[in-house]
């Protein structure tokens, strides 16, 4: 997985301390509202939705445009944000630590084709919305929020 380079520069500075960090999830639907696409990940082997951290200055849901192009080659328009959750801690394969406040994105596919695009995934597919495979419980629970009827982004009450 590539480290932005923001981030290898607060790394020097704070080592693997904690670092809270702002992401992007996006769940794409091609264009018939059929499929959802996802990467199998490099780092992990698991399949996932599609997101990244934001860069600095970065509007999010340029950031989920930017991702979904970056990783997958496909073309996205944001239609809603979905919610906006705390991710649980994660410490990374070399001891980096880091928690993530997510901001995930119910997105259309309009162009381009699903291909692995950069060197964080291993594979690139589209699945049926009732084959997905198994996600994390804070992702299927994204999923799950991105394709209910509510229009209202989700949020942790106090």
């Known amino acids: 997985m590539a480290i932005p380079e923001f981030v290898r520069d607060l790394r020097a500075m704070i080592g693997d301390h904690p670092l809270w960090m702002s992401g992007v999830c996006a769940v794409v639907l091609d264009p018939d509202g059929e499929r959802v696409l996802m990467n199998r990940r490099a780092d992990t082997g698991r399949w996932a939705l599609i997101g990244g951290i934001i860069d600095p200055g970065e ?24 919610s906006a959750i705390a991710d ?63 229009t209202e982004a989700f949020f942790e009450a106090p």
């Open 59 to 82: 509007q999010p849901a340029a950031a989920a445009v930017r991702e979904v192009r970056e990783e997958t080659g496909v073309e996205i328009v944001v239609e809603r944000l979905v």
């Open 88 to 150: 649980p801690p994660v410490r990374f394969a070399n001891g980096d630590r880091a928690q993530f406040l997510c901001l995930t994105f119910l997105c259309r596919a309009v162009g381009g084709t699903a291909r692995v695009n950069d060197d964080e995934s291993l594979e690139i597919a589209w699945f049926p919305l009732d084959q997905v495979p198994e996600l994390p419980p804070h992702a299927a629970r994204r999923l799950e929020l991105a394709l209910g009827t509510g």
